[in-house]
């Protein structure tokens, strides 16, 4: 079964400090990934994707994710933290199984909670 | 601007009551989802369409029911037979089904009491 962890349930960074989110997943022989951010109360927010190509993804916020198949990793990176940054980050997968047929959903992690001291 | 509305962001109901819950979208996307989320929870998928007249059961389907009549909208009824109806609820859509990035709605907090 497909199925994606965030290993990490609460992280507490500094502000300036670099930041590292781990997203481990299971999936068939091709999977799309997406990391989302979410702030109390308000819809996600998607920050990357990656569906094919290079392994190292850049997205918006300054973030950026490297997909790492010998892993079965995708983890979120982020070189200097604002305050702003706090809020909650969602991993999630799709994608084709080994019979190339898509899933028709995504599969989301259970999150991970920043929270960044001034 | 293009995106997701979901009306209104909170709700109140009496135990035993019916509710529903919308959800706009002028993205002209094919697709959407409705999810539920709990404190430690993540996500979890209630319902999911891929087109219109056409849905399909997610995880948590139980209680719940949907219709999809217009490309733009997908409302969510929460019935009297979901046991803790209470949670923050979420509704996105994509550009057709399958496995890409899916645009998020800012929720609908529903408490029944």
């Known amino acids: 079964a497909q199925s994606v962890t965030q290993p990490d349930i609460h992280i507490t960074v500094s502000e300036g400090a670099s930041l590292e989110l781990r997203c481990n997943y299971s999936y068939g022989a091709t999977p799309y990934l997406f990391w989302y951010v979410q702030s109390p109360g308000q819809g996600l927010q998607l920050l990357l994707k990656y569906f094919s190509g290079d392994t190292l993804v850049q997205g918006i916020k300054g973030f950026e994710a490297e997909f790492k198949r010998s892993q079965s990793s995708f983890n979120l990176r982020k070189p200097s933290v604002h305050w702003s940054d706090a809020a909650e980050y969602f991993c999630?997968?799709?994608?084709?199984?080994?019979?190339?047929?898509?899933?028709?959903?995504?599969?989301f992690g259970q999150g991970t909670i920043l929270t960044v001291h001034p | 601007d293009g995106g997701i509305t979901q009306s209104p962001k909170y709700l109140f109901r009496k135990e035993g009551q019916n509710v529903t819950l919308s959800c706009e979208q002028n993205?002209?996307?094919?697709?959407m989802y409705w999810y539920r989320q709990d404190p430690g929870q993540g996500l979890r998928l209630i319902y999911y369409s891929q087109i219109v007249n056409d849905f399909q059961k997610g995880d948590i389907a139980e209680g719940y029911s949907v219709s999809r009549e217009k490309k733009e909208s997908f409302p969510l009824t929460v019935t009297s037979a979901q046991k803790n109806p209470t949670a923050f609820y979420l509704c996105?859509?994509?550009?057709?089904?399958?496995?890409?990035?899916?645009?998020f709605g800012p929720g609908t907090r529903l408490t029944v009491t």
């Open positions: 996105a859509s994509s550009i057709r089904g399958g496995s890409y990035e899916q645009y």
């Open positions: 999630a997968a799709g994608g084709l199984g080994d019979g190339g047929t898509s899933y028709g959903k995504l599969t």
């Open positions: 993205l002209n996307h094919d697709a």
